[in-house]
């Protein structure tokens, strides 16, 4: 099997550039910029690089993932469409926030042999079986962003959400993803969107507990750390320079 690696980058430092050229399979790695007037420091054309001018991205509805950029294509999006309407030959790809923590060059192989099937790979599968506007009408604790959901999405309930800041998603699944913006013109909301999407298409969803620790907010110390889990957030570069360590 082909499986690929995509990290998803504003503008990425030389420091986790470095990284990223320890980890094996470095041909089946990509890194892809947010902005595209930047160039990684001491970038040696050893990683591929993924660039798209806005307009073309948002032009074919690879758009709107991101909750504070609504009709705009960031590095997500862009991705997307990389691996969407290109044509690359591979069974799956990591998607991988920059803040990811990845605890040893061998983490994402390890998880690949234990998980060969499945078309998402994911941290948590939160089912809601109401209408979007039920969901929407939603109070404080459980709004959520159902409301900025309902400005985008084109399918009816049930609808699912996780932590997205790491995944795998198998070519079924972006295929799903692909003939979704090709009708619609436009996705949504990133932590809606995977999980609602393959369940409804039926795709295999599998919760893996490796995932589990990819959060919205935590402060991970050194004690906390398995080697084949990924870890959200750990912003700091040296940080976890010092923790794979």
Request: net charge negative; charged share 25%.
């Amino acid at each position: 099997m082909r499986n690929i690696i995509c990290f998803l980058t504003l503008r990425p430092c030389e420091l986790f550039y470095n990284f990223v050229k320890q980890l094996p399979n470095s041909e089946n790695i990509f890194i892809c910029i947010d902005d595209n007037n930047y160039e990684i420091p001491g970038y040696d054309g050893k990683i591929p690089i993924i660039k798209y001018n806005n307009t073309l991205t948002q032009s074919k509805g690879y758009k709107s993932t991101y909750l504070w950029k609504d009709t705009v294509s960031i590095s997500r999006d862009k991705a997307l469409y990389h691996f969407c309407e290109n044509d690359i030959e591979y069974d799956n790809i990591w998607f991988l926030e920059e803040d990811v923590f990845i605890p040893t060059l061998n983490t994402i192989m390890d998880l690949d042999n234990k998980y060969q099937q499945g078309d998402l790979l994911v941290s948590a599968h939160e089912i809601f079986d109401n209408d979007i506007e039920t969901l929407s009408n939603l109070q404080w604790p459980n709004e959520w962003h159902w409301k900025h959901v309902s400005r985008q999405i084109k399918l009816s309930k049930p609808y699912a959400k996780s932590m997205i800041c790491a995944i795998r998603c198998s070519k079924k699944m972006l295929n799903s993803i692909k003939k979704y913006a090709q009708k619609h013109r436009n996705l949504f909301l990133d932590e809606c969107l995977f999980n609602t999407i393959a369940m409804h298409d039926e795709l295999d969803i599998k919760v893996i507990p490796e995932l589990n620790t990819i959060t919205w907010n935590n402060e991970w110390s050194k004690e906390l750390i398995k080697p084949h889990n990924l870890y959200h957030p750990v912003k700091c570069l040296q940080t976890q320079y010092e923790f794979r360590k």
